[in-house]
């Protein structure tokens, strides 16, 4: 394996066992082990456990973006991009169970600082100049309420999220049509 394959094989065995057992029940050595790599291998790639959990947490998020704007396209209308979007994350959190697992856990960790994620957004996110191209009008101008930034997430892909978790608990799944009026109802929450 090269170097690449091997921390994406340690990523991906973290990201499966942080699922399944949770961020302070996973040591670094199960993480070895599912992984194929000896313990010191590990330790290449990664200071501490620590320093793995915030570089899974940005694998993931580099994920999520790539799913969040596919299909995308500038011909799309500022609500049928915004409602694209809003879809893909739904998609997202409803068929990667073990990511939105990881997310869940990790953002209510004491790993997750406020300022880690924004500073990602800004500077690491590439798909985040397509999320801002829905906040401003074609002058710059702002089109959403004059909320925070993670007021908006949360009253938008927030809810995607949870409302996907709660079909994976058990709750009867929602048609297309039912999915596409949320997101309309979000799109609306947030607008001018």
């Known amino acids: 394996m090269t170097y690449v394959e091997k921390r994406e094989a340690i990523l991906q065995a973290a990201l ?8 302070h029940n996973t040591p670094m050595s199960l993480v070895a082990k599912e992984s194929g790599a000896s313990a010191g ?29 596919r299909g995308n396209s500038p011909e799309l209308s500022r609500e049928g991009a915004f409602q694209l979007m809003w879809l ?71 809810v995607a999220a949870h409302i996907a978790k709660h079909r994976r608990s058990g709750l009867p799944p929602l048609d297309e049509q039912t999915l596409q009026t949320i997101a309309h109802a979000c799109y609306q929450a947030i607008m001018k």
Do not use: C, W
């Open 16 to 23: 499966k066992l942080i699922a399944e057992r949770g961020l």
């Open 41 to 69: 291998t590990i330790y290449h790639h990664f200071t501490d456990k620590e320093d793995m959990i915030h570089a899974l947490h940005h694998y993931v998020k580099t994920t999520f973006n790539h799913a969040l704007v």
């Open 88 to 158: 893909n994350a739904y998609h997202f959190y409803h068929t990667h169970q073990d990511e939105s697992r990881f997310l869940d856990q990790y953002e209510n960790s004491p790993y997750y600082h406020p300022q880690i994620p924004e500073g990602d957004m800004i500077e690491e996110e590439e798909n985040l100049p397509e999320l801002f191209r829905l906040m401003v009008d074609d002058a710059g101008q702002p089109v959403t309420k004059d909320l925070p930034i993670d007021a908006l997430y949360e009253m938008t892909i927030g």
